[in-house]
């Protein structure tokens, strides 16, 4: 069965300072994995998503995430957090046979920016 | 609004009793899910709707939670019987083909057992 750790359950970045959150899965065929964020009063809304090809994607927001195949992790990464970048962030697994329908969340991690 | 609506936002009832849910998904999105999120979890799956009919319920816990979709816009999630465990928040999203990947999701209804 498909699984998602998120180790790391809060993070404070300094506000300017780059942000690395970490995601590893378990699957055993190609993944395809997705980051949301989930701000205070508002949805989850997506980031940005790996399918195939290039391992770096760029995302919404100044966002962006490496796949490594050979360490099973999709972490995501910003050069430069600003406050409002402060939310909780979720990476997930879908499955191509049924159609990313169902998809599997970690945990979650929760990013904090301090002034 | 242009995004998925959600209500109740918040509903507080007794063990026991039963609840329903409505959602409101972005207009013309064919594909329509279900998630839960206990408290410091991420979401988990219930159920997922592609047009009225219910193509995956394989994530509903039991056979107290039941959705329904009958004109392939709005959903209803029912729990019949309640217990202190369904407390969470239930998360709704649409997209426009779930083979995108991209959900589109509420703000959640977050539901209390007593």
């Known amino acids: 069965a498909q699984s998602v750790t998120q180790p790391d359950i809060h993070i404070t970045v300094s506000e300017g300072a780059s942000l690395e959150l970490r995601c590893n899965y378990s699957?055993?065929?190609?993944?395809?994995l997705f980051w949301y964020v989930q701000s205070p009063g508002q949805g989850l809304q997506l980031l940005l998503k790996?399918?195939?090809?290039?391992?770096l994607v760029q995302g919404i927001k100044g966002f962006e995430a490496e796949f490594k195949r050979s360490q099973s992790s999709f972490n995501l990464r910003k050069p430069s957090v600003h406050w409002s970048d402060a939310a909780e962030y979720f990476c997930?697994?879908?499955?191509?046979?049924?159609?990313?329908?169902?998809?599997?969340f970690g945990t979650g991690t929760r990013l904090l920016v301090s002034p | 609004g242009a995004g998925v609506s959600q209500t109740p936002s918040n509903k507080v009832t007794e063990k026991g009793k039963y609840v329903e849910l409505r959602c409101d998904p972005i207009?013309?999105?064919?594909?329509l899910y279900w998630y839960r999120q206990s408290l410091g979890q991420g979401p988990e799956f219930l159920i997922y709707?592609?047009?009225?009919?219910?193509?995956?319920d394989s994530g509903l816990p039991n056979d107290r939670f039941f959705a329904v979709r009958p004109e392939g816009s709005v959903s209803t999630l029912k729990i019949q019987r309640t217990e202190r465990g369904d407390s969470a928040v239930y998360l709704c999203?649409?997209?426009?083909?779930?083979?995108?990947?991209?959900?589109?999701f509420g703000e959640g209804s977050r539901l209390t057992v007593l």
């Open positions: 999203a649409s997209s426009w083909d779930a083979k995108t990947g991209e959900l589109f």
């Open positions: 699957y055993g065929a190609t993944p395809y």
């Open positions: 790996y399918f195939s090809g290039d391992t």
């Open positions: 997930a697994v879908g499955d191509m046979n049924t159609g990313f329908q169902k998809l599997v």
């Open positions: 207009s013309g999105h064919t594909a």
């Open positions: 709707f592609q047009g009225t009919g219910a193509a995956d």
